[in-house]
């Protein structure tokens, strides 16, 4: 039976504190709670252990100075649009109707677009220096930790796994289009998507075990603040956790979109070309079910490369990490190159945020259908506000 016992982080200095909790929200790595010292060895301690290993390049100035930029102010500029515009992503496809499996599919994606933006607003926010050393009852950067990050590290996993959901789903209308639709139904995707939330959801609940918030004491700043604590023996719980969520979901997500889309665009280029040749000349159905094609394959192409792009730097960040095992240990022992690290990771969730907000200029650009739907909204709403206006204007008149 697993030991409960909770460690408190009363000991240590506050600047080893407060890395434990950077590099806790940014990579989601575990801390192992040391007599003496709490948290994880900067690249100068880690050189003493190892004389051979080379010096971090970014120093923890550089780093903090990356983390203010990257966070506090980059990340709430492309969320705040994100969130807005995934907003509109949901009531569109809701006006599209959401009998459609593909309708329902776009429509889950800007939840969770939705979701994981909102939780980065939360996170830019317990990173705001005026914010974490005001007068709350609590350290911002520990608190983060179980109530953004690994919340945004949950719904961006979702969002990997709709995008790869989408790109099947279309790979199928290709190459089998007869029997997708008695495959995939309106019920049947409905189905799938609940269960990959519910999944993803509950494969993070380890996590809420093993780490849990509580008041315990801060002595350079001699307050009692809440923020998280740990139980004894979780390192098993917490490993198998990290492979899964930062390991196997992001790269079955990207090697399923890679090989759909490319499958995907083979068939449709050689159906494409059989098209033209088997309809008769003057006939111009060809050149408009090309066309049709043709935007299909741009808007899954233009999408792939969006999510690959985006999810790039974490993914090959965390695969360095389980690949340099037992270099790069989950305790924070013996970390190289802990600010380069975290620096790529502030960077990531960028890419990440960018990834959830631009699907609006996509669906613009490459759906006539979902164009049309947007265009009559918004110019219903004008034309309420311009009525609006006017019955004011009379009124004052």
């Not at 990579?27 to 971090?56: I, K």
């Not at 006006?95 to 776009?106: R, S, W």
């Not at 990050?149 to 979702?158: A, C, D, E, V, Y």
């Not at 650009?365 to 947007?374: A, E």
Request: positive net charge.
């Amino acid at each position: 039976m697993m030991n409960a016992t909770f460690n408190n982080d009363v000991t240590g200095d506050y600047h080893s504190v407060q890395m434990t909790s950077w590099m806790q929200n940014i990579s989601n790595f575990p801390v192992t709670e040391m007599q003496g010292h709490t948290g994880y060895r900067n690249d100068h301690e880690h050189n003493v252990l190892d004389p051979h290993a080379r010096p971090d390049p970014i120093s923890d100035s550089a780093r903090e100075v990356f983390e203010l930029i990257n966070y506090v102010i980059i990340c709430p500029c492309i969320t705040l649009f994100g969130i807005v515009a995934n907003v509109i992503n949901m009531v569109v496809y809701a006006k599209m109707g959401l009998t459609d499996p593909v309708n329902i599919t776009l429509f889950s994606l800007a939840i969770s677009d939705l979701l994981s933006l909102i939780t980065l607003v939360w996170h830019a926010i317990c990173y705001n220096p005026l914010f974490r050393y005001s007068d709350i009852p609590f350290e911002s950067v520990e608190v983060d930790f179980l109530t953004a990050g690994w919340p945004h590290l949950i719904f961006s996993r979702i969002t990997s796994c709709l995008t790869a959901f989408i790109t099947v789903e279309r790979c199928l209308c290709v190459t089998i289009p007869l029997k997708v639709k008695l495959l995939l139904t309106a019920r049947r995707t409905r189905i799938l998507i609940l269960g990959m939330y519910f999944v993803l959801i509950t494969s993070s609940c380890p996590i809420y075990y093993t780490t849990r918030l509580d008041w315990k004491f801060y002595p350079s700043r001699n307050r009692t603040l809440l923020g998280h604590v740990f139980i004894e023996n979780r390192e098993t719980i917490e490993r198998v956790s990290f492979a899964l969520n930062n390991v196997f979901i992001p790269m079955a997500s990207f090697a399923t979109v890679a090989i759909c889309t490319g499958i995907l665009v083979h068939k449709l280029r050689v159906k494409s070309k059989w098209r033209e040749s088997t309809t008769a000349p003057g006939v111009g159905s060809s050149k408009n079910t090309s066309l049709r094609d043709q935007r299909i394959v741009q808007m899954v192409i233009f999408l792939s490369a969006i999510f690959i792009v985006c999810f790039l730097p974490t993914t090959v960040a965390f695969l360095a990490a389980a690949a340099m095992q037992p270099v790069y240990k989950l305790d924070g022992t013996g970390v190289m190159h802990l600010n380069s690290f975290i620096v790529t990771l502030t960077f990531s969730f960028i890419l990440e945020s960018i990834n959830s907000s631009v699907n609006i200029f996509v669906y613009l650009k490459m759906s006539s259908r979902y164009k049309q739907v947007f265009n009559q909204l918004f110019r219903k709403v004008g034309a309420e506000q311009g009525k609006c206006a006017t019955i004011t204007s009379q009124k004052t008149t």
